[in-house]
């Protein structure tokens, strides 16, 4: 089944999401998923049921600290693992809206 996106590239229907949709929507983003890409997308799917928002990079950083410790709570291993904007990215393959001020 093809992915409905909306015009920046998140999923038009949050419900549509499911393991096989997050991996289609890694590969738009040239990423193959890991155990270490799993830990931080569920990470932010709980973010975004705590909140009923998608995080924007800051509080995305201190969420991923306070659930994992600063090895993983960092702007540097979010890189790695999601180039250009983490958060952005990490909301965009676990099916969230587009975080508020991000570019």
């Not at 998140?10 to 393991?19: I, P």
């Not at 991996?23 to 155990?35: F, R, Y």
């Not at 890409?37 to 049921?49: C, G, K, L, S, V």
Request: hydrophobic share 40%.
């Amino acid at each position: 089944m093809p992915l409905t996106l909306d015009k920046d590239g998140f999923l038009a229907n949050l419900e549509d999401w499911n393991h096989d949709v997050a991996e289609q929507l890694a590969q738009l983003e040239g990423l193959t998923l890991t155990e270490a890409h799993w830990e931080i997308i569920n990470a932010t799917r709980e973010f975004y049921q705590q909140y009923d928002m998608a995080p924007n990079q800051r509080p995305f950083v201190k969420h991923i600290e306070k659930c994992f410790g600063k090895e993983k709570g960092n702007s540097l291993y979010l890189l790695k693992l999601f180039p250009e904007s983490p958060a952005r990215v990490a909301s965009r393959i676990a099916g969230l809206p587009r975080p508020t001020n991000c570019f």
